[in-house]
């Protein structure tokens, strides 16, 4: 090979380099890779079953351009989470909707006792109802919500007693978390304490609480099934809770076009619908390790019944005299569609 052919092939191959590196590198760029704040420990079923399963198919269904990495611990409490996402602190967040409670009254009535027990039917009426009610309202600016979840009702759980009658909860200490519960409760007689899930055991274990709420799988996920025995099943629920998961709009808004569309197709009610059937999964697989184990479930008589229905009656006027405070002219509209779809996904 001669000088000059020898130059000629160097030149080539230095080409060649050349491009592959700028191929690279216009792969490197169009690759966007953003952060997910969780705040339960990872070893929790929903970031194992829903938050990864939708982060991986959101990497599948944009071929790699987006990747959506969960941080190793949260950058906030659970009820700022909606806040970090909104100030872009974190990309994407999740949390109840109910931790920021006068913010989002708009979804108040999913959370009402006697709304439903099929999650999976809950998660994507409230999904529909949100589209449908609530995505142009001035509460949800600043992100975009990718999906929203119910647990399929929570319950009445006590170390030694069925609670049966108004009676049983008279003066009775009961852990609860949130505004809608604690009216509830002190409107049936109880003394609400206000403490997270996760103190359950050591308030039980110290006397600190006679009693405690929760749904079917926080019992056995938060370990409180040697603690709570019996449990009392308010038919479609005792109350339940409104979950969201959302990504800051901007970042959104700085995605191409076919990748928004790529992640909306994996999100919305693609996403509550998952989200929803693995709260159900969760309800049936430890309602039948705690039956298995002995524990008692009963439901209240026709007295108790009576007095939550009619506090769930009061709950929903009052929010429709307030509705338009909060930009919701016909706050009833609302409920019924949103009961109307799910009476059509629960069948």
């Not at 009535?109 to 999650?119: I, K, Q, T």
Request: glycine share 10%; charged share 20%; hydrophobic share 45%.
């Amino acid at each position: 090979m001669n000088a000059r052919t020898r130059i000629k092939s160097l030149a080539a191959v230095g080409m060649l380099w050349m491009a592959g590196m700028t191929g690279l590198s216009g792969t490197a760029t169009a690759q966007t890779s953003m952060t997910l704040s969780n705040w339960v420990p990872p070893t929790h079923w929903l970031p194992k079953e829903v938050l990864l399963g939708w982060t991986a198919d959101v990497r599948q269904a944009t071929a790699g351009k987006v990747s959506i990495n969960m941080l190793p611990k949260a950058v906030g409490s659970p009820p700022q989470h909606w806040e970090l996402a909104r100030k872009g602190v974190a990309d994407v967040t999740w949390g109840n909707f109910t931790y920021e409670p006068e913010r989002f009254k708009h979804v108040w009535f999913v959370e009402l006792p006697m709304m439903g027990s099929n999650a999976e039917a809950g998660s994507v009426a409230l999904w529909r109802t949100y589209e449908k009610f609530l995505a142009g309202n001035d509460a949800f600016k600043g992100v975009v919500v990718l999906g929203v979840a119910m647990f399929g009702g929570g319950q009445f759980h006590h170390p030694s007693k069925l609670i049966d009658s108004p009676d049983d909860l008279k003066g009775q200490k009961v852990r609860m978390g949130g505004p809608i519960q604690k009216r509830l409760l002190e409107g049936l007689g109880a003394v609400p304490v206000s403490a997270p899930a996760t103190k359950a055991y050591e308030m039980l274990e110290g006397g600190a609480i006679d009693a405690s709420l929760h749904p079917i799988e926080s019992v056995v996920n938060f370990r409180l099934n040697g603690k709570l025995k019996q449990h009392s099943i308010v038919p479609e629920g005792l109350y339940d809770a409104a979950f969201f998961l959302v990504m800051n709009e901007g970042k959104f808004k700085a995605l191409a076009p076919a990748e928004q569309q790529a992640i909306m197709k994996v999100s919305g009610e693609a996403l509550s619908r998952r989200w929803g059937k693995a709260f159900d999964d969760q309800n049936k697989a430890a309602e039948a390790k705690m039956r298995a184990e002995g524990h008692v479930f009963g439901k209240p008589n026709a007295a108790l019944l009576e007095q939550i229905r009619a506090a769930r009656d009061a709950a929903l006027k009052d929010l429709q005299q307030e509705g338009p405070s909060f930009g919701v002219k016909d706050y009833a509209a609302m409920v019924s569609f949103y009961e109307q779809q799910y009476k059509s996904l629960a069948k």
